[in-house]
């Protein structure tokens, strides 16, 4: 059975950069680049923000990456903004049957 | 523009049953795989339950197996989630999303604004 791991909580100061790793464990975990990151604002739904490991959807900003090694995504926000406070949430395709695994989510903190 | 509109939550006693339902529009619905995934209070996102775009495929997370059923009528734009035998971890805000096109491989593009279950006597 897959997993994903995110830290609980990262934090930084406007204008920095915050990275939020995902790391995979269980069966065929590092053989695709079907990895999607959400971000979500507090009573809001969930809004993509990567998809396919690092690709944007349309009128996401670019100071959002993603980027995957081995078994580990990673999401890294450049110029953090006030407005990127929130919990973001790592998923990736498990496989036929099982679908989708989310992440435990990750709350940012601007400082 | 792309909606999705969930209804049909509300407050029920364990062991009872409600029915979801998830209006689309701005899309053609009937080319995309449909999703439900849900969230319960203070937790993570959990994925649920999904269906091919005609239907001849649908899959579930292990938890719901034997309780949930998802279905959908092209014709009407809509994606429903029959949910029986209900347990108070089931109390959630459900989401109705919509799955990527093929090209965007696996991912949920548009989300709806949630309905919440609350299961509880």
């Known amino acids: 059975q897959s997993a994903l791991t995110q830290p609980r909580s990262v934090s930084g100061s406007p204008g920095q950069s915050v990275t939020i790793s995902c790391t995979e464990t269980g069966s065929d975990v590092g053989g695709h680049n079907y990895v999607s990151w959400y971000q979500q604002h507090p009573g809001k739904a969930p809004k993509l923000i990567i998809y396919d490991v690092s690709k944007w959807p349309s009128g996401v900003p670019d100071r959002f990456s993603g980027s995957k090694s081995g078994n580990t995504a990673s999401l890294t926000i450049s110029g953090l903004q006030g407005e990127d406070e929130a919990d973001y949430y790592c998923?990736?395709?498990?496989?036929?049957?099982?679908?989708?695994?989310f992440g435990s989510g990750t709350k940012v903190t601007v400082l | 523009e792309v909606q999705l509109v969930e209804s049909g939550g509300g407050l029920v006693q364990p062991g009872g049953s409600l029915r979801l339902s998830c209006a689309a529009s701005?899309?053609?619905?009937?080319?995309?795989?449909m999703s439900w995934v849900r969230q319960a209070p203070g937790k993570g996102l959990e994925w649920v339950a999904n269906?091919?775009?005609?239907?001849?495929?649908?899959y579930y997370v292990d938890s719901v197996k034997g309780r949930f059923t998802i279905s959908r009528d092209n014709a009407k734009n809509s994606l429903y989630l029959q949910m029986n035998s209900l347990r108070a971890e089931d109390t959630a805000v459900y989401y109705c999303?919509?799955?990527?096109?093929?090209?965007?491989?696996?991912?949920?593009?548009?989300w709806g604004q949630g309905s919440l279950v609350t299961v509880s006597s």
């Open positions: 701005g899309f053609t619905f009937s080319s995309y795989w």
């Open positions: 269906m091919k775009q005609d239907g001849s495929e649908k």
């Open positions: 999303a919509r799955e990527s096109d093929d090209s965007s491989g696996y991912n949920f593009d548009y």
């Open positions: 998923c990736s395709y498990a496989g036929i049957k099982t679908f989708y695994v």
